[in-house]
């Protein structure tokens, strides 16, 4: 199985380097594991702040608030490839931090 991951950053206040990166693919490739999924598939990360996910969940899921992570899956198979797109998932850095800290992380 292959995967491939498109990562998008729309904040500034975190890094999002290499060791965030590795650590997100090592929990996308322990799900799909555990799910049983072993086809080729791809999937959409969204590095953003608490403003720019709760944007997201006033218009997608109409709640007036940051929470840490927003999925939007979509599992559609590549026509030419036969690769399949999992969906958008998008973090928001800032909660996820709070939550880190409150949690004694």
């Known amino acids: ?3 491939k991951i ?9 890094k999002t380097g ?19 999924f072993d086809r080729d598939c791809e999937a959409s990360v969204t590095f ?3 403003e720019g996910i709760r944007e997201l969940n006033r218009e997608y899921r109409e709640k007036d608030r940051a929470t840490d992570v927003l999925s939007f899956p979509i599992d559609e198979p590549d ?4 690769c399949r797109f999992l969906g958008d998932m998008v973090l928001s850095l800032e909660r996820t931090q709070a939550q880190s ?3 004694g992380g």
């Open 6 to 14: 498109y990562y998008t950053n729309e904040q500034t206040t975190h």
């Open 18 to 36: 290499f060791l965030l990166k590795r650590l997100i693919r090592r929990a996308i490739e322990a799900t799909l594991k555990y799910e049983g």
């Open 79 to 82: 026509l030419d490839t036969g």
């Open 48 to 50: 953003t702040d608490n």
């Open 101 to 103: 800290e409150e949690y």
């Open 1 to 3: 199985m292959k995967l």
